[in-house]
């Protein structure tokens, strides 16, 4: 679904370039530009550099290099020890950490709730795809809660969630002992991913909805003149054409559950109780703002990283395969 | 076939059930903001009997709202002005212009992508401590700038990309320089794409806590986001106006939804379409 409307639907055959289709993916197209040999003056030749150059230093300066520093940084040490190589003492001290034991026993919790996650928003895209009545208000409705920050949501699910709060008020009228959702360790983490989960599967649906755009309708005429149900049409249709949405989707939603719960665990449960819902994202954040320990913190950031490109990695190799297979 | 068929109930019912659940929690705190303390803690559920907008007052004069409001919205509009600009000058130059390792830069800039705040935290705060930038509005402005500059680029590159050369090129036998070009014809053009990719990363750093936390350290520089994560202890017997103050932090938002909300989904889905 493009932005606007600036592409007309039928280009003008061009003359003068070679073959006409665009080169691949690459940032520019192929064949020759009608651009008056020499280009005019040096700072005309120079002005793609102007352009970029701010940018791109950006990204450099505070994105790619940080990056290495703090890798680097992960192999020295704390306090006395600034800046001194320590080899792979930090790690080490991570591994027998029990609160990091547990922050990556959590990132194993959301790998195993990521398929809800998915197929969730998956299906109500299908349904509102196919038209249920009132499928724009259901769309609007389920987007919504995607733009609010993660402090705001906290803060409400806080309330609703109170030990005196309205949702052990409504157990308590059915007879039912309240439950302390946010103070029990083996419930806690549940409790902040499914609101994660409330929170951010409108984005997966606008996602969704942006993949059936691209469907061809005409399939799923086939499908229903053959008489296929509704299961039918899903599993033989629609995900296979979807493969390509239902991997990207699969990958921002893993990348969201690994960075960007910090601020419903800052508000809700601010690690506890006991450090059961403690991420490496909140790890990193203790440890370094709380602790005063940057560079054990570095070795916690380079493992995030880590289990980034692996889960990326693995998801597409995953999903590359069950696309065969269909 | 005329007889209704069954199917429509069994999605119809779980659907709306779960639209109430996606708006059940925000009108529930609406509603807590506008009752009294007594009122509360007799009944969760009951309608206020009057809307009470002084507690509005009441959590935005204690805690230093207006404070935390106006710092956000000056680093939040700072930050989105620069990324359009700087995110359109790159994806113009990288779309329609040929030069020099012109795909290099483009995939420099992808990478930008995948490096998350949380991995380079600790050497980023390091990086702006030693240029004297922590806790200053011009160094929150470039964190935010720089998280979300690889993305603007992404975007604004595929959008230009749609555009036709020749409307280039025949700005360019006008007379035209590169710069006029970007000015005149680029710009403009972009309005759509710029909309929509400036109310994201409005969005984005409108509702980022992380970022302006390790940032920002000092009370008085905190955005409005920080604010509200220390509401809860301040009012933590005070439920009506610890809602009150939520509700506060949620207005900007709600009403951009209410009135863009096609932009912010059509920017949400061609970042996806177009990888």
Same mark, same amino acid.
């Given at each position: ?326 | ?10 999605? %119809?019912?779980? $659907?709306?059930?779960? !639209? +109430?659940?996606?708006? #059940? /929690?925000? =009108?529930?705190? @609406?509603? *807590? &903001? ?90 980023? %705060?390091?990086? $702006?401590?030693?240029? !004297? +930038?922590?806790?200053? #509005? /011009?160094? =929150?402005?470039? @964190?935010? *700038? &720089? ?108 009403? @951009? ?19």
């Amino acid at each position: 679904m493009p932005i606007g409307n600036a592409q007309p639907s039928v280009r003008p055959v061009q003359a003068g370039r070679g073959g006409g289709a665009a080169a691949g993916s690459s940032a520019h197209r192929g064949g020759a530009r009608s651009r008056r040999a020499g280009g005019g003056s040096r700072a005309e030749r120079l002005a793609p550099y102007v352009l970029v150059a701010p940018a791109a230093l950006i990204i450099v300066v505070l994105r790619l290099y940080p990056l290495l520093l703090g890798v680097n940084f992960s192999f020295t040490g704390d306090g006395e020890q600034n800046g001194v190589a320590v080899g792979f003492d930090n790690y080490r001290e991570l591994f027998e950490d029990s609160l990091f034991r547990t922050a990556l026993g959590n990132v194993g919790l959301l790998v195993l709730l990521l398929p809800v996650a998915v197929a969730i928003p998956g299906l109500l895209a299908t349904f509102i795809y196919l038209r249920v009545p009132g499928h724009r208000f259901y769309r609007s409705v389920y987007f919504f809660p995607a733009v609010l920050s993660p402090v705001i949501v906290g803060a409400i699910f806080n309330l609703l969630l109170a030990y005196d709060g309205p949702l052990n008020a409504v157990l308590g009228s059915v007879g039912v002992a309240p439950v302390d959702w946010l103070g029990d360790p083996d419930l806690a983490m549940f409790m902040v991913v499914g609101v994660h989960i409330w929170a951010t599967f409108g984005m997966a649906l606008v996602v969704f909805l942006a993949g059936f755009a691209t469907l061809d309708s005409s399939l799923l005429d086939a499908a229903r003149v053959d008489g296929a149900s509704l299961p039918q049409v899903l599993w033989h249709v629609i995900i296979p054409s979807l493969a390509r949405t239902i991997q990207f989707v699969f990958v921002t939603t893993m990348i969201g559950m690994l960075t960007s719960m910090f601020g419903l665990l800052f508000v809700m449960t601010s690690g506890g109780p006991e450090g059961s819902t403690y991420l490496p994202e909140y790890y990193i954040w203790i440890q370094q703002g709380q602790m005063n320990r940057p560079a054990l913190a570095s070795a916690a950031s380079t493992i995030l990283f880590v289990i980034m490109l692996v889960v990326g990695m693995l998801q597409i190799k995953l999903l590359e395969r069950a696309g065969r297979d269909n | 076939m005329s007889r209704v068929r069954p199917g429509r109930w069994v999605v %119809a019912i779980p $659907m709306s059930l779960l !639209a +109430l659940a996606t708006i #059940y /929690p925000l =009108l529930f705190t @609406v509603n *807590v &903001a506008m009752k009294t303390r007594r009122d509360y803690i007799l009944d969760r559920f009951s309608l206020t009997d009057a809307l009470r907008w002084e507690n509005l007052g009441t959590a935005w004069n204690s805690v230093g709202m207006g404070r935390y409001f106006a710092n956000s919205l000056f680093v939040v509009t700072s930050s989105v002005v620069l990324l359009l600009l700087l995110g359109s000058m790159a994806g113009f130059a990288l779309s329609q212009l040929r030069f020099r390792g012109s795909s290099a830069l483009f995939l420099g800039c992808l990478a930008g992508l995948f490096v998350p705040f949380q991995v380079i935290m600790v050497p980023l %705060a390091r990086l $702006m401590a030693d240029t !004297a +930038l922590i806790d200053t #509005y /011009p160094g =929150l402005v470039l @964190v935010y *700038v &720089a998280q979300f500059l690889p993305f603007t680029v992404f975007l604004m590159t595929s959008y230009y990309r749609g555009i036709p050369p020749e409307i280039v090129d025949a700005a360019r036998i006008d007379g035209n320089s590169v710069y006029g070009v970007y000015r005149r014809i680029m710009l403009p053009l972009g309005t759509p794409a710029l909309l929509s990719v400036g109310i994201l990363n409005a969005l984005f750093c409108w509702n980022d806590v992380l970022m302006s936390l390790v940032m920002m350290p000092s009370a008085d520089h905190r955005t409005l986001m920080v604010g509200v994560t220390s509401l809860r202890g301040q009012y933590s017997d005070d439920i009506p106006t610890f809602a009150s103050g939520v509700l506060i932090a949620a207005i900007p938002v709600l009403v @951009v939804y209410l009135f863009l909300q096609r932009q912010i989904a059509d920017g949400v889905a061609a970042g996806s379409t177009k990888g």
